[in-house]
């Protein structure tokens, strides 16, 4: 009977280590979920039917920072290889900086040893993901001017799975989604958002066009742009525009609240400001919001040179704040905006959320700083004048952009359709749940070119900084064509938990010593009283 028992012992001890290898259970116990799979994450990957091939190229002499983020890639990988499980479609990755593509470009990590010397580490901060054939570059680190670099460490690894889920959705994609950048409203050419049209072409197929009068043009895109238009729209656009929306359309509106000359400023120094009437007033207020004409000024902002000589033969250029160039916070609530770097804009204007409580859910997206002024027009702006007092910045965050989300209204729920249009659908008063997203600052949208080149939309020729411009209108048309919720996993936050460098130095030698003498005198003492003891009983013995 006893070896009937022991051979079941056996048996069941064979069967439960056979399961464990079989089925992996895995615990996610930190505060932060920071080992957790997002469900869209999951989703994604149940969709994979080949294996991925990932090659981290963040490798060699890194620091402890970048270790850091080295480990954190790759327990990420370990997390999405074990949600696949044994599947056929697995995950292989290696670490390796061997092989690298031509075009991307290095991080040089200037840094200080504790000896005062310095030292220089040229890294790739890149992963490339591989599947079917097609190859994926993966941005590892997130560069926030004016954050530390464990702050920007942090932010890197909580952009992680975001940032990969991205990269295999675009590899797995099936189908191109459209979208659209409006015409026949004085709108930005395609000149003038070049680099933004190069970014989004990554996801999208990218066309141009007007309205026409037909009802369901639009409806083959996911989203519209509607990029700094300067001339009213009519009823017929905005009908078109209306029932788009209806049917679960998504719109980016880039709208300035005000009219004035950038040539006319530039050669005599001043420009009248006066209000832009698009003719959208009634059509945003029904969707909650409201741009004013009004100009922004913000005590921070972009530096423009002036000639300060008085001597027209000797020139001297010196940087002045340029109250109307604010450099734009950014919110940490929403997906769209969370860790990204300031946004520059000229001649910004402000909005308001209206329409108390109406079902819809609205976030401020960006905002000025806390010492800042608002300018009603008509008015004139004044090159004379650059930075005006300090204590007429009395306001603090004022909006300029915001996300509104949920089920719209239509405007012509209890108006006949313009005559003009032909109408293919009959008319829908209540939308679809959509998005959509207004930025009260046509610059924010438009790249500059420099000896026949264009600059990457946000960069500053004359402080030679990159600002979050791109960052922030591809991740609002991401979010205005999320349909799965990928978007939120840009919202995943981890407790950034940070030792004094200093003092972890000071008291260095202390710990050395207290790891290695301490051990050895526990030991020591042991061991002692063990031979006391032994030798106490066998002499009683005795």
Not at 386 to 410: C, L, N, R, T, W
Request: hydrophobic residues 40%; negative net charge; proline residues 5%.
């Amino acid at each position: 009977m006893k070896i009937w028992q022991n051979i079941a012992i056996v048996v069941a001890l064979v069967a439960i280590n056979l399961l464990v290898h079989r089925f992996v259970v895995r615990w996610d116990m930190t505060n932060d979920h920071r080992y957790s799979i997002a469900p869209t994450t999951q989703a994604l990957l149940q969709q994979l039917d080949a294996p991925l091939q990932i090659t981290i190229l963040l490798d060699g002499e890194l620091n402890a920072g970048f270790q850091r983020l080295q480990r954190a890639t790759v327990e990420l990988i370990e997390e999405l290889e074990a949600e696949i499980g044994n599947r056929k479609s697995g995950i292989g990755y290696r670490v390796s900086a061997e092989d690298i593509p031509q075009g991307l470009p290095p991080t040089v990590i200037h840094e200080r040893t504790h000896k005062g010397q310095t030292a220089q580490t040229t890294v790739y901060p890149f992963a490339l993901v591989t599947y079917k054939g097609k190859t994926a570059v993966v941005e590892l680190l997130r560069n926030n001017r004016g954050l530390s670099g464990e702050e920007n460490l942090n932010h890197s690894i909580e952009n992680l799975e975001f940032a990969f889920v991205e990269a295999i959705h675009s590899l797995t994609r099936e189908k191109v989604e459209k979208i659209a950048f409006l015409e026949g409203h004085g709108e930005l050419s395609e000149r003038e958002v070049y680099d933004l049209s190069q970014a989004l072409s990554r996801y999208y197929q990218i066309d141009r066009g007007t309205l026409g009068n037909e009802t369901g043009v639009l409806d083959a895109y996911k989203a519209v742009i509607i990029a700094d238009p300067q001339r009213p729209f009519s009823e017929t656009d905005k009908y078109i525009l209306d029932q788009y929306l209806m049917q679960g359309g998504s719109i980016l509106w880039v709208l300035n609240g005000v009219r004035f000359s950038d040539e006319t400023l530039s050669q005599s120094g001043t420009t009248p400001v006066i209000p832009l009437d698009l003719n959208l007033s009634d059509m945003l207020f029904r969707y909650g919001v409201r741009v004013n004409p009004a100009l922004v000024q913000d005590m921070q902002c972009l530096p423009m040179p002036v000639d300060v000589s008085s001597d027209p033969q000797q020139p001297n250029w010196q940087p002045m704040p340029w109250t109307y160039a604010p450099l734009l916070l950014t919110s940490q609530a929403s997906p769209i905006t969370r860790n990204l770097m300031q946004v520059s804009a000229t001649m910004a204007s402000c909005i308001d959320l209206v329409g108390g409580d109406d079902g819809l859910h609205k976030t401020i997206l960006l905002a000025t700083s806390s010492a800042s002024k608002m300018t009603t027009t008509p008015a004139e702006v004044d090159l004379s004048m650059m930075s005006g007092e300090e204590e007429d910045f009395q306001y603090a965050f004022i909006p300029v952009a915001a996300s509104i989300e949920g089920v719209f209204p239509s405007l012509y729920a209890h108006l006949l359709p313009p005559e003009e249009v032909i109408l293919h659908a009959p008319l829908r008063k209540q939308s679809e749940k959509t998005k959509q997203v207004l930025v009260a600052a046509g610059s924010s949208i438009r790249n500059e070119w420099q000896q026949g080149q264009p600059l990457p939309l946000g960069y500053d020729r004359y402080t030679q900084t990159q600002f979050g411009n791109r960052d922030f209108m591809v991740n609002a048309v991401l979010y205005l064509t999320d349909d799965m919720g990928w978007m939120s996993l840009r919202q995943k936050q981890l407790t950034l938990r940070l030792l004094n460098d200093q003092r972890a130095r000071d008291a260095r030698i202390g710990a050395q010593v207290i790891s290695i003498i301490v051990p050895l005198c526990i030991l020591a003492i042991v061991g002692t009283t063990v031979i006391l003891i032994r030798k106490k009983r066998y002499t009683n013995q005795r």
